[in-house]
């Protein structure tokens, strides 16, 4: 047998990918440092948890953990439907909003087709694109939001799908309903635009597109949502897209015949019936906001106002140094150097108690 | 917006899949034909469902249930690591073995290569091969069983991956020791070899191949394994890789950050810990397998012999019309004519009472 490189068998697209890096678990943190009760605002996931309801469901889920997903998910595509006004048809699941975007990526994109994409938009798009060898457009952004006009700009025939994250992770900057109704009526309508909605729950602007109604006018959008955000099941893996039905039978025969988890499916049909529960955490939330940008402008920090439920704050030395303070007085955040924002620290917005404990250590290592 | 035909935009290979077919839900079986209490032994299910431990930590790591995975599955590569005498870097960890199976097919194969399988090998593997563009070679199968001698002839300077499941789903026959390392010796070292390992905590045979001693020997061999089968996981989706340090590498890179739930991790781990629940259930199937076989000797029905969790039967007329006549008396099977092979069923080896039921209805319908 000749000895092999098998590093130089696999695809080069693959092998010259950065692996994403994702936050720190608090149980790391704690066993590197040797310390205990650390906070987590690293991920931007909700401090409440998920409702009740959806525990118990997945707690009885787990009787039948031996049996087969039903690689359909009927009950969570009928309440998802219910929910959205929309057919179950039009929905494809995911494992992670993750999943439903590579889906789309590897039904739409690949050597020799490309797709546009922001500046500073969810990693996970671009290298998404990349492991799949498409062309990545990166197009500068405009204040840290999607700068449309070059977006429109940046579209050519080898141009398969615009993404559009809304708001943007890591900036919390937001595209407006007249500029992605532009962009829509802008480009050919055999470019797909795929809008990643992660954290719309948490959104009340009026001038926040109402995608849904979108669709129904533009064929070409997709619209991409997860209950990991503000639903709370970020452990689970649950995400979804919206669009035609002639999209959803393509994505959904790019899928895997399991993607979806029983019990994710079982905990997500439960958390839609407890709306309750979102509008608690999406005040939560924005008590919490307010909080934050109040102390920041005392302590005389910069930051980038945000929709999500987290707050990009600007430091004037690196923030790796800054995040290294931060995690030994206990507090997890995110260094933005993989965005090229190497001055710029990700916040997730806490509970009060937790909030607090981030300014204080954030006070005392400034 | 000029009108698009969506379905003609997404890439050729994946407009031309056809979707693989599951098992039925229950559920969805009695609801169509208003009956309860019906049994499903069509997906190679262990009937005993998984160890308690593991449903007791699937239950409490739901109180996480809004904190991220952990993206490197950390605990469960130390304890499988432990269990399989190999190095946590070795594995990769996938929702799913049919995760696994995409990622090395994601990141090994692509337009213009190609992989080696046998005809009836499981389905969901020339499926993904297809969704990445590349060309599936398909190898004539030998009574049923993998044709290694064919199957080396058959690669070529554009095979990348030789898939062998072993034992086959849905045949049931297996690869020897001799053939694998045959196969191994005779093709370049360049070429990865996978073995799908789905079934084999059943197996005893002394001529079946112990492919981690194997793997230190032949660095293209890539052993992938699930929890779907006998540690009675599959609602979960947890399979997993051991692999050269090397490929192990490039696998990680192409995986998605968050691929694994972490109520599948948790329960994982439990699982490990409880090699009885195992031997319970590999003895429980022994018994099963030898019920099956004795009555379907006695009704003159002829089967492959199998050395899974499941049995392969031949029927005189279309295996559809039988599959139909056992739904109508409950008891749900897996008709096998997207194999090519319009008269076979196969049936999974369920608890004593199971497998009574189904031989009764099955000598009612025949």
Request: net charge neutral.
């Amino acid at each position: 047998m000749l000895e092999a490189n098998f590093n130089s068998l696999a695809n080069s697209y693959i092998r010259n990918l950065t692996p994403y890096q994702p936050g720190k678990p608090i149980e790391e943190v704690e066993r590197e440092l040797g310390i205990a009760s650390a906070i987590k605002l690293a991920s931007n996931e909700n401090p409440l948890g998920p409702c009740p309801s959806a525990i118990v469901a997945a707690q009885e889920a787990m009787r039948k953990a031996h049996i087969y997903p039903d690689g359909g998910c009927y009950v969570l595509k009928q309440e998802l439907a219910k929910f959205l006004n929309t057919h179950a048809m039009q929905l494809t699941i995911g494992n992670g909003s993750e999943n439903v975007l590579e889906i789309i990526v590897k039904a739409y994109l690949t050597q020799g087709s490309a797709a546009v994409i922001s500046q500073y938009a969810f990693l996970t798009i671009p290298l998404l694109i990349k492991s799949y060898g498409a062309d990545l457009i990166s197009v500068p952004a405009k204040n840290f939001s999607h700068d449309i006009k070059k977006m429109i700009a940046a579209v050519t025939d080898k141009t398969r799908v615009v993404f559009i994250v809304n708001p943007n992770n890591p900036t919390g900057t937001y595209t407006t309903n007249d500029d992605l109704v532009l962009l829509l009526k802008s480009i050919p309508g055999n470019v797909l635009v795929v809008l990643d909605e992660a954290y719309h729950e948490y959104i009340d602007q009026a001038d926040y597109p109402d995608s849904l109604s979108l669709l129904k006018r533009y064929p070409n959008l997709v619209v991409v949502r997860t209950f990991s955000k503000a639903y709370g099941l970020a452990a689970l893996r649950l995400g979804y897209a919206i669009s035609s039905l002639e999209i959803a039978d393509i994505l959904n025969r790019a899928r895997l015949p399991f993607n979806v988890n029983t019990i994710a499916s079982c905990a997500a049909t439960a958390a839609l019936r407890d709306q309750e529960h979102i509008m608690k955490s999406v005040a939560l939330n924005k008590q919490g906001m307010q909080q934050l940008e109040e102390s920041l402008k005392k302590l005389g920090v910069k930051y980038i106002p945000s929709l999500g439920n987290f707050i990009t704050i600007q430091v004037k030395n690196s923030a790796v140094e800054v995040y290294q303070k931060l995690l030994h007085e206990g507090v997890i955040v995110r260094p933005l150097g993989a965005y090229d924002m190497p001055n710029y620290l990700r916040v997730t917005v806490g509970t009060f108690d937790q909030n607090e404990m981030f300014l204080k250590a954030l006070q005392k290592v400034l």
